[in-house]
Structures are given as C-alpha cells and as structure tokens.
C-alpha cells in the first residue's frame, strides 16, 4: 500500500511538470532563467565538487533547508533525506541510521563518520554528536549513504560532512535573532560577519532554552562559534574553526506502552525522583592549510583538538566522563593525463588519539529528601586510550565525456590501551589491519543525466563497552563490522533543468554484527552474533515552478522503502534469522512545498510519514506507523538600505499525532513493569521568529 501511493506520488508530480511546461511555452521559462535549479556543490573531501558527477548517493541539505523550520532541531531537517533516519528526544537523545545501519545502537550514533569542516566529530569511542552545533551557523550538511570508506574510514552506515558559515561576500554583517515557541521555547542569537582580502572572521552566539512539555525535561544550551580564514593569497589559505558548548538537560528517560497512551508527559519515576540530568562542556578547534603546490597538485592539511567534560546523575549512578582527543589529516589532491586520458586523484593519511576517562559514584537520591541526585562513594574507574590511522586514495579516470571510472582503497590500524583501576586490569589490545576497496562506474548519456554503479566495502569499530567482558578486561573475540554494498543509481535534470530527480538502488550485507547484551544498568557486553541484510529503494525529485511574475512554487519529495533483516542471527539461544532489523522504519515518505512571492512573502508546508517499527528483535512488539504536518509563513523585508528584517511563525505536528520520536531497542523490563519502549513525541506546537539583519 505504501509503495502505491509513493509511486502514485511521483507519477502525479511528473505529469503535473509536464502539463505546465507545455502550457507556459519557451517564452515564459526563459525570462525566469533565474528560477531554475542550481548544480549542487559539494565539499573539497570529495574528488570533485560537482554532485551530478559523484557515482554515490549523497543527500545534500542547503542553508535555506537548514532553516526551513524553527532552527532548534536539526531532526526534522535531517529526516528529509531518503534513506537517513534521525530519532531525537528532549534534543539530548538521538540516534541517526543509515539505510537501516546503526538502529539498532541503544543510545547515541554510531556506525557513522562525522566532520565538520575538515574536523573530526566522532570520538574514539565510535560515538557522533552533531547537535551541539548551532543550526545558523551551518552553511550546508552532506550525508553520505553507505560505506564509501576509501576517504572517510570507518563508517559502515555513511558519512556526515558539515560546512561551516563563512562571510564570502566583501563586506561586514551583523545579525541578531529571536525564536519563541510553546513549552517555553526560547532562542536568542547573535553574529557578525567580516570578509576582507586577506581573510574573514564570523563569531555567533546562541542560548537556547526549553521547559520542556514531560516532567525533568527542561534544557539549556548556549555556545559560541568562531570561524574564518587568515593569511588569504592566490594559491594558499588558513582556515580556522572552533566552538565552545555548555548544555544541561534533564531527562524523562523512556515509559511503557501503557503510559505512552495514558500519560504521555510522565517521565521514567526513577529518573523524576532522582532528577536526572546530562551536564557537559565541550570544546572543538582546528586549523587547516590549504596550498596550491602548482596547477596540477594542492595539498590541505588540518589539525585539530575536541574536549568534553560531562557529569551524568542517574538513577542508578552518577557518571562522570572526561574526553581529549587530538589528530592530523593531510590529503594531496591533483590531476595528471596519461596519453589523452584525464585522471584526478585524493592521496592521503589520517592519525586520531583520544583519550577517555570515566568514573561512576552512588546516586543517594532516595536519601536527599526529595532534592534529587546526591553523589556518594566512588563505584568504578577507568581509562582508556585508542588511536588510529587511516591511509586512503582515490582515482577518477576520464576515460571519455560520457564514461567514468572511480577506485579507492582505505587502510585502517587501530589501538587501545585500557586500565580498569577497580578491578587492578592493565591490558592493550590491537585489531587488524582492516582494507577498504570502492569502485565505481558512471556514465552520462547526457549533459544533465548520470547513470553509476558501485561497490564499496566498509566497516564499523566496536564501542567501548562492547570491547569488554563483564568483569571488565578487553575481549580478544570481538571483531569489528564489515559488509559490502552495491549501488546503482542515476541522477537526472528534466524539464529546462526545473526538475532534478535521484533515483538509488542498493543492497548490503553486514558480518559479524555486534549485538550489545545488557549485564547491568548501565553495562553493556558485545558478541559478534551473526548477520543483517539491507536493501531498498531511495527517490528524491526537487521542482521549481514559477507560476508567473509574482509567484514561484518549490516542492520536493523524497521517499525510501527498505527491506532490513536478520539473515542470520542468533543470540542467547534465542534465532532470530529471518526477523525484521529493529530499530528502524522500513518506510519513510517526506513532501514540502513552499510559495515563494516576489514581494517577500512566503507560505510553506511539510509532511512526513514513518512506517512501523519494530521495538525488539524477537519482532513482538512494534511502534506504530504516524505522520507528521508541519506549517509555516514569512515574510522577508527591506527595512532601510542594508538592514532586512524576517519574520516568520510556525505550528509542527499541526494533527497533534501521537508518536515516539525515538524508541529505546529491545528494552529490558524492571520487575513487574512492562519494558519502556517509548520516548513521546511533541504535541501540537507553535513558534514564532524575528530576525534583523545589517550589510554595512
């Protein structure tokens, strides 16, 4: 049924463009030339910059997509890419998966390489966190679908390229913005902006803040960002970033079926009794030279630093953590002809060390008399230390205008070193040397039209805790993930390039999938317990339709349904060979459309739908399907000559659909108590927005 309407979607939007096309005749389109679609761009990591010549699936979000909603939550901006599923609660819980790829993680997101600029952001742990950076000050979002490894190591799900705002345009701005909202939502921002010859500076700063609409889940946010370039010349340049965060978060923690549909706002009575919560600061710099060495070779060479310091009180212990991680990239880039045939190339190392401190103490809470968490005696101490390193290459050989070959080859060594003082353990450990082969092939049978084929291995490194055994030593046993994946894909510009449709099939198999045992509250096991299948269909069609003078329509739909299984899986006695992949919705439907008139005013609306999912990989119990509407209207305008102003409101989930906006896989029931699945979704909301805007 879904698949009908989706398709029956597709085949409306497509005649609809056509009519209209015929109607408007070759006079009308050519004085809106304006109007038509934009060839994406696409981030220096890859082996060229255009997206319409990279033989992968990569879904790319704008700035304008970035801001589309109320630019607090970047969950509903990352959902509107096929194949990509972001479960997010109280914003201090999410999980992202990737074609099925990481669902079934129990907290937090792994299985996926993040960057932002040219900057780490997944720890050594294995663990990505990507909210902490202010949505205003992302200038685009690239999410990599499937294990394109030869560049970005270990990442079995995808990748996640983030660039940073930087002032480009020759002059000095300043802006201050104000977002309002339901359940005490409040945002205040502020930045500047300068670009001169011979560099750039932009710093912002943000507070965000929330009551919450559960008990214990008020949440506040404030950071900074600084970011630019120095030093600008014709062939060099040093770019710079950092950004400081300070959050604390209370958390409802998960509920049962039964109070999701009774009581949806409870929070977990153990987290409300002990008044949980996550505190951190974090800090994450770096530097990058990029140098031009002739016409035909460049070079770009970073460092950076990523600190966190954060302070867990949970019901059953107060977790206290300590991260510093520091690394090196360089990458050589070029192009060389061998006879007439054109090869570029990606050439390049990769050295990462973190260093990882955790300590756990008593909760005494039920002793606190009523004031919530209250830290005891030390319970467990331990560190530990990783450090890899990457080497990587790609080719792009032209073989001619219409056909393509793309290899790479990543190789990755990883260590670590663990000291378990409670239990008086000392070990190191090392995995073996892991190769990355991808190859692909692409064709274009027309200018705006490519055809690829590719297939790439990739894999995953185990989290801290699934590299241990439950007394605590390192678990010579445990492997890491790896699946090949084969893609086939195309994509398309119609209509006087005002329709670009993508269109990608693939199937992946993963062995030796990790499975995380759950020994204690908080303590997690690993095993290799068997292997999951993955296969689907993602599309995207992105139209511009100016109607006349005065009005242009956007719209866009993007769908993916995916077939995720255990192929074979047996874990505890228990086989499960056979059973859907937990964690993750097979089907997942977004649509939008935005009017757009020429006098400032905007109307613009989005829709999602998320199929079933099941909760546990025994597949007994299941959430259930919902759809989501959001809506939204602005107005953008001249107040005096360089100073704009935009005002906009907004109401999401306009149905007020009851739903989990994440799901908690394969929860252990306490006691007599059903197991708590669920973490609600927001109701029905509404927020507004002011921003002023100066261009001296």
Wanted: hydrophobic share 35%; proline share 3%; aromatic share 12%.
């Amino acid at each position: 049924m879904i698949l009908k309407k989706y398709c029956f979607l597709v085949f409306v939007l497509f005649v609809f463009q056509n009519i209209e096309a015929q109607k408007k005749g070759s006079k009308t389109i050519d004085s809106l030339k304006t109007e038509k679609l934009k060839e994406v761009v696409i981030s220096s990591l890859h082996i060229n910059n255009s997206l319409l010549n990279t033989p992968a699936s990569i879904g790319i979000l704008s700035k304008k997509d970035l801001l589309q909603n109320n630019t607090t939550d970047i969950t509903t901006v990352i959902n509107t890419i096929p194949g990509v599923f972001m479960q997010s609660s109280n914003f201090t819980t999410s999980r992202i998966s990737i074609r099925g790829i990481g669902a079934r993680t129990t907290y937090g997101t792994n299985k996926i390489r993040a960057f932002y600029g040219s900057i780490p952001l997944t720890s050594g742990n294995s663990e990505t966190v990507i909210d902490d950076i202010d949505l205003e000050n992302l200038n685009q979002i690239e999410i990599i679908k499937g294990p394109l490894s030869s560049v970005y190591g270990a990442g079995l799900g995808g990748a996640i390229l983030i660039s940073p705002q930087l002032s480009n345009n020759g002059n000095q701005s300043a802006g201050i913005s104000t977002v309002f909202g339901s359940f005490g939502l409040l945002k205040n921002s502020l930045n500047f902006g300068l670009d001169e010859k011979s560099g750039s500076l932009n710093i912002s700063y943000h507070n965000l803040k929330t009551d919450g609409w559960r008990e214990n889940s008020s949440y506040n946010r404030e950071g900074i960002t600084l970011a630019g370039e120095l030093f600008r010349k014709e062939n060099s340049k040093l770019t710079y970033f950092s950004n400081y965060t300070y959050l604390k978060a209370f958390i409802p923690s998960s509920i049962s079926k039964e109070v999701f549909n009774t009581n949806p706002k409870a929070g977990a009575p153990t987290w409300v009794a002990s008044k949980g919560y996550k505190e951190y600061k974090s800090v994450l710099g770096g530097l990058a030279y990029d140098f031009n060495i002739n016409e035909n070779l460049k070079n770009s060479t970073s460092v950076f630093i990523n600190y966190k310091d954060s302070n867990e009180p949970r019901p059953f212990d107060i977790l206290r953590q300590y991260t510093f991680a520091t690394g090196a990239r360089t990458q050589f880039s070029g192009n060389f002809k061998i006879g007439r045939v054109e090869n570029q190339f990606i050439a390049g190392a990769e050295y990462f060390t973190d260093t990882y401190s955790g300590n756990t103490f008593q909760n005494l809470y039920q002793q606190n008399n009523g004031l919530g968490s209250l830290q005891g005696n030390q319970l467990t101490e331990t560190d530990q230390k990783r450090h890899f390193y990457n080497i990587f290459s790609q080719l792009r050989t032209l073989l001619s205008d219409q056909l393509e070959i793309q290899a790479g080859l990543n190789y990755n060594k990883t260590r670590f070193d663990l000291n378990n003082y409670t239990e008086n353990i000392n070990e190191e450990y090392s995995y073996d040397g892991i190769f990355s082969p991808q190859i692909s092939f692409l064709y274009k049978p027309h200018s705006l039209k490519t055809l690829y084929f590719s297939v790439s291995r990739g894999f995953s490194l185990p989290a801290t805790e699934e590299t241990l055994t439950s007394e605590g030593k390192i678990n010579p046993d445990i492997k890491p993930e790896n699946g090949y994946n084969f893609e086939v894909g195309g994509k398309f510009y119609f209509f006087n390039k005002r329709l670009y449709t993508e269109i990608s099939l693939y199937r992946m198999e993963i062995k030796d999938l990790l499975v995380a045992k759950r020994v204690g509250d908080d303590q997690y096991v690993g095993a290799n317990a068997g292997k999951t299948f993955h296969e689907g269909i993602e599309i995207t069609l992105n139209h511009n339709w100016p109607i006349n003078r005065f009005l242009v329509l956007n719209s866009y739909l993007a769908g993916s349904i995916g077939n995720y299984k255990f192929k074979e899986f047996i874990d505890s006695g228990n086989d499960f060979s056979g059973n859907k992949l937990t964690g993750v919705a097979p089907q997942k439907i977004n649509a939008g459309i935005t009017l757009n008139t020429n006098i400032g005013v905007y109307f613009s609306t989005d829709y999602q739908f998320v199929g079933e999912i099941q909760l546990n990989d025994a597949n007994t119990a299941y959430s259930d399907s919902y759809t989501i509407l959001n809506l939204k209207t602005g107005y953008r305008f001249e107040i005096l000559r360089g100073l704009t102003s935009h005002i906009s409101a907004g109401v999401n989930n306009v149905t007020n659909e009851k739903y989990a906006s994440l799901i908690l896989p394969n929860a252990v029931p306490t006691g007599n108590s059903s197991p708590r699945y669920y973490y609600p979704g927001l109701p029905v909301n509404y927020y507004g927005a002011v921003s002023l805007n100066y261009l001296f």
